[in-house]
């Protein structure tokens, strides 16, 4: 497997350490600013480039997040990101936001560019169309199968796969939940993790638990058959790790690419370092809804070591010692922390007087070896030498990497009085390079019988030389080139300034139709099954059509066949992933509110102009303004907090490859996914949505409260329409709402909503 690079996280300077010194070929991290882990560390200037110099003297590669989105106010932080990228030479940039995209192309020559998972790089289109754009890697959205993934790998891009770490249940760059709820956006590094709370199932079937929590990616058994899909990368996930967890993943999976089999014991270490109930091997080759989450607990689990089946004693399973991290888990209870001191088969005393099972949760051994595993540095790059010494010339060293090559001449060689130097024993002293990144494979000893060459001064000559050598391939290295060139960051367009029209989108068509006849002045279709059997049932005619933001390859195929079979009957589409940005598609082209557009670097990229776009809704009213152009506000709906991949309905039942079940279809009310809903520890409600497909369900949880911005139409911008949102609302209700809306948008008024809602970010900025 030799050619695939082995891509490791740094959270922070010692685990970027415990990365290069346990074999990644290349690392990725952050700034202090402008990227989707504020949690970590983080590295700042001088720390960035500290790092690029220890990277790229041992012939490893940079790779720094700018992957989150950016407001339009934030453009003079994305200068001070960008000076900062060409100072540290960075290899590569991984991006989110489309204008950060724009900007960094032009401002940092040199400087490749990422696409980042949030991107939602979900299919080949999406891969093809960024080829073109001039990216030179996506990093896949991580609920693609290797079918997915092959085909991405085919369109002429590189390809990074997350191969092992935490999974996040929604789909990538798609996720709204911590930001909507708590005010702390995924998309800004600031996630508060809802997905790994409790929730209970209601409807079709019950369930409580951790439902929305992966188990943590582990794909060693099937690495092969990921580097046979084409990828050119494996990253491990865990910028937020520990620097032992850096280190103890990185071995076990430069092992593998190195030929080595996978064993039980190094499963038992990844699982000792962290693990979530056992680990999936996620999409890969297909979901299995019953095992994929992590049901009973959201956190580390440990190893079981034992068990205590009477409260009194414990019976060993492993050998435990007392520097050791141990707990007792009753069933039906948290961890008691104990402190456990015995071998394999022991009965020890029960310190914590309960009955229950017993794990490691750390070992003090393995945290131990980790450590020592990256506090000598390894001698990774190979030199050959020659030394020179003649009697009455200078002594010279020449050290080569095969590409650098550096010379240091040292004191004029004596005649030998007594004790001629053996060129073998100089030859041994020469390699002597511990403590340094080098080691001399090659040493040619050209010298005369007589001379007198001195340990002191061979040593000199080493050290001299290998520091010089060592400037010097960091001065060879590729990236960025260290100057920045000047980005005029695009105006705001021009707003809209007539009185704002009316949309409406749904799934229902008779429901849209009757929208239209009480004011809707365009309805939007977002078809709520991608099979082809059932889009040729809809009837499109005059309606725009909503493409979903995620979708398989295959699906997308099937949607675009479709729209340009009935060009003559839609008015056009709203585009809504990256995948649909090279297609061909009839009728008007607008912009859906997933893309998030949040600065006009963004629009820019996109070629936005005249066209009609939904900003961002993670953006304020005045954020939104600031852009400009013939703006769609959403003004009403329940928001999708996220899209999931597998079904919390077969998950509950125990089900198995998601892809292949279509019990919803043939379900009575009530027992299909769509009447389904989520409950959280305060009591908000949260709906499920399903949209069909060939390729397998995707499933909108949406938010608990709709949007409502009846009351406060007066705040905001100027626009070229209000955009109603329809998932849950019978069509009496859809009705209702239109017609009050067409009455305040016509008359230029706000009025105050009745019962429970949100009005998002409008007036509440995210953090």
Not at 348 to 372: C, F, H, I, T
Not at 382 to 391: C, D, G, H, K, N
Not at 399 to 427: H, I, M, N, W
Request: aromatic share 6%.
């Amino acid at each position: 497997m030799s050619g695939v690079e082995l891509l490791a996280p740094a959270g922070q300077w010692e685990c970027l350490i415990a990365a290069v010194q346990n074999g990644a070929d290349a690392v990725y991290l952050g700034g202090k600013g402008l990227n989707a882990r504020k949690g970590a560390g983080n590295f700042d200037a001088e720390e960035l480039k500290r790092a690029s110099d220890y990277l790229h003297e041992r012939g490893k590669k940079l790779y720094v997040t700018v992957n989150t989105i950016v407001k339009q106010r934030e453009f003079g932080e994305l200068e001070q990101v960008a000076r900062e990228l060409a100072a540290c030479h960075a290899d590569a940039a991984i991006v989110q936001d489309f204008g950060v995209c724009e900007a960094l192309g032009q401002m940092v020559p040199g400087l490749r560019l990422h696409a980042s998972t949030q991107m939602a790089v979900c299919n080949r289109q999406g891969a093809e169309y960024l080829k073109k754009r001039g990216f030179e890697r996506a990093v896949l959205a991580r609920e693609m199968p290797l079918e997915e993934i092959r085909a991405c790998s085919e369109a002429g891009i590189e390809t990074e796969v997350f191969c092992h770490g935490a999974l996040c249940v929604a789909c990538s760059g798609q996720c709204l939940f911590s930001s909507m709820v708590g005010g702390r956006s995924g998309n800004r590094g600031m996630c508060a993790q809802p997905c790994r709370m409790e929730y209970s199932l209601s409807g079709a079937a019950r369930v409580s638990g951790y439902l929305l929590s992966p188990k943590d990616l582990m794909t060693a058994p099937i690495l092969g058959e990921i580097v046979s899909a084409g990828a050119s990368s494996l990253k491990i996930e865990g910028r937020l790790k520990r620097p032992e967890y850096v280190a103890i993943v990185t071995r076990i999976y430069r092992k593998l690419l190195d030929g080595a089999p996978f064993t039980e014991k190094d499963e038992d270490e990844l699982k000792q370092i962290f693990n979530r109930g056992g680990f999936t091997q996620g999409y890969l080759r297909g979901v299995s809804d019953g095992s994929f989450l992590s049901v009973k607990r959201p956190s580390h689990w440990g190893i079981r070591a034992g068990e205590s089946k009477d409260s009194k004693t414990i019976t060993l399973e492993r050998d435990i010692s007392a520097q050791d991290a141990a707990a007792i888990r009753p069933e039906n209870g948290e961890d008691v922390p104990v402190h456990l001191n015995g071998s394999k088969g022991m009965r020890v005393q029960n310190p914590a007087r309960l009955k229950g099972e017993v794990y490691l949760m750390s070992s003090a051994s393995q945290l131990s070896d980790a450590k020592e595993s990256y506090r000598v540095e390894k001698q990774m790059v190979r030199l050959s030498a020659r030394l020179e010494a003649r009697v009455g010339k200078a002594l010279s060293l020449t050290l080569s990497d095969g590409k650098a090559v550096q010379s240091v001449s040292g004191e004029k060689v004596e005649q030998a009085q007594s004790k001629k130097a053996d060129p073998a024993r100089v030859r041994e002293q020469l390699s002597k390079t511990g403590g340094t990144c080098y080691s001399i494979e090659d040493a040619v000893i050209d010298m005369d019988e007589d001379a007198f060459v001195p340990v002191s001064e061979i040593n000199r000559l080493r050290r001299e030389a290998l520091e010089m050598l060592g400037k010097k391939r960091i001065e060879l290295r590729s990236g960025a080139t260290g100057s920045v060139r000047e980005y005029d960051f695009p105006d705001a367009l021009l707003a809209a300034r007539e009185k704002p029209g009316l949309s409406v989108m749904g799934s229902d068509i008779l429901t849209l139709r009757a929208c239209l006849q009480e004011g809707a002045d365009d309805a939007i279709y977002f078809p709520a099954d991608l099979r082809e059997e059932a889009l040729e049932k809809a009837d499109i005619r005059g309606l725009f059509i909503h493409l979903p933001a995620v979708c398989s390859g295959s699906d997308l195929e099937v949607l675009n066949r479709f729209c340009l079979k009935h060009s003559a009957e839609e008015k056009g589409v709203y585009l809504s992933n990256i995948g649909q940005m090279g297609l061909d598609w009839p009728g008007e082209k607008r912009f859906g509110f997933e893309l998030n557009l949040c600065n006009t670097g963004a629009l820019s990229f996109l070629n936005i102009s005249d066209e009609r776009y939904i900003p961002s809704v993670e953006l304020t009213a005045a954020e939104t303004s600031a852009l400009g152009g013939n703006q769609e506000l959403v003004v009403y709906g329940r928001l999708p907090l996220m899209h999931l991949r597998h079904c919390p309905l077969n998950a509950a039942r125990g089900g198995e490859l998601h892809a292949a079940c279509r019990a919803c279809d043939e379900a009575k009310e009530g027992k299909r996914l769509n009447d389904c809903f989520l409950t959280d520890r305060m009591k908000a409600v949260f709906p499920l949505r399903r949209t069909a497909s060939d390729s397998g369900c995707i499933i909108d949880v949406l938010n608990s409260v709709p949007l409502e911005l009846s009351g406060q139409l007066k705040r905001l911008p100027a626009c070229k329409s209000y955009l109603i949102l329809l998932s849950v609302e019978s069509r009496d209700e859809a009705i209702i709402i239109t017609r009050r809306y067409r009455r305040l948008a016509d008359a230029g008024e706000s009025e105050a909503a009745n019962g429970k809602y949100t009005t998002g970010h409008y007036f509440r900025p995210i953090e």
